[in-house]
């Protein structure tokens, strides 16, 4: 085993957080999010996280991942993989079921059941029809069976991350606000609420983080492929449009501003 990956394994998260404190961890595991600034071309990167366990296929997707302009972080365990999709919000996960500590079936079912809808694609050695349809059952986007085509996966996962939404047809809620991810329709009670893209994005974002704060360099790099010149003050701006608009139609959810860090949708209290 190369000395980079037996590194890799053994420090498994720390290599991720030592290596993208400006890229990848959020700014809420920093402070005040200073070190979140990084260049424009960091903060336009995806980044997506590799759970698996075989260091050649992990070289080989990180090699070509990073290539095709993806950030990479990289685990062996399903408890390393779980802890790295509760502290950072990945674009796509890739997901190996054999695992040495679990099923990576358990580990995406739970990761449903808690809400998480990161796009998953699963990779595995079992290619049986039914493992394909329990992947599926289970909550993943899609599917790969090894030995697989390094140029299939990258197109599978650049297609993931088009998909609107990411792939999901879920319904977010807060309060009497509800946001249709496929459709990208925004109710309040029985109003629609019609909104610009950059809206959009913040609201779902919000939505999606409900009741957590959002660094605002979160937001920015949500917005970014959407805004491709991002003013410093665009944030704030959209913020005060869309909490204009919920509040004209009713909306019993808030943004609160959270000084020098970002943003978190608040549920009414009772
Ligand atoms: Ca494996």
């Known amino acids: 085993m190369p000395q980079s990956s037996q590194t890799l394994f053994k420090t498994g998260l ?11 961890m959020p700014a809420w595991l920093f402070g005040a999010g200073a070190r979140f600034q990084g260049s424009r071309r960091d903060r336009r990167q995806m ?10 296929i992990v070289e080989v997707l990180q090699a070509a991942l990073g290539r095709a302009g993806f950030t990479v972080d990289a685990v062996a365990t399903a408890g390393d993989g779980r802890e790295a999709l509760s502290l950072v919000t990945y674009d796509a996960a890739i997901l190996d079921l ?3 500590d679990a099923d990576g079936l358990d580990l995406l079912a739970g990761l449903r059941r808690s809400g998480n809808r990161v796009p998953v694609l699963v ?16 909550g993943a986007d899609d599917y790969l069976v090894k030995p697989f085509a390094i140029a299939e996966l990258v197109a599978r996962i650049k297609a993931l991350l088009r998909r609107p939404g990411h792939a999901l047809g879920i319904t977010l809620e807060a309060g009497n606000v509800s946001f249709d991810t496929i459709g990208r329709d925004v109710r309040i009670g029985q109003a629609t609420l019609q909104l610009p893209r950059q809206e959009l994005a913040i609201l779902e974002h919000l939505m999606r983080r409900l009741g957590r704060v959002v660094p605002k360099a979160v937001l920015e790099e949500k917005l970014y492929g959407i805004d491709e010149e991002l003013e410093s003050n665009a944030i704030p701006v959209h913020v ?3 909490r204009r608009k919920l509040g004209e139609l009713g909306a019993s959810a808030e943004i609160h501003t959270v000084r020098g860090i970002g943003y978190l949708l608040m549920e009414p209290a009772g």
Do not use: F, M, Q, Y
């Open 47 to 56: 980044r997506l996280l590799v759970i698996e366990d075989e260091v050649r």
């Open 240 to 242: 005060h449009h869309l």
């Open 123 to 138: 990779l595995t050695a079992r290619d049986a029809v039914d493992a394909r349809v329990l992947g599926l059952d289970a």
């Open 14 to 24: 720390r290599v991720a957080s030592t290596k993208l404190n400006s890229a990848i």
């Open 98 to 100: 054999g695992l040495p």
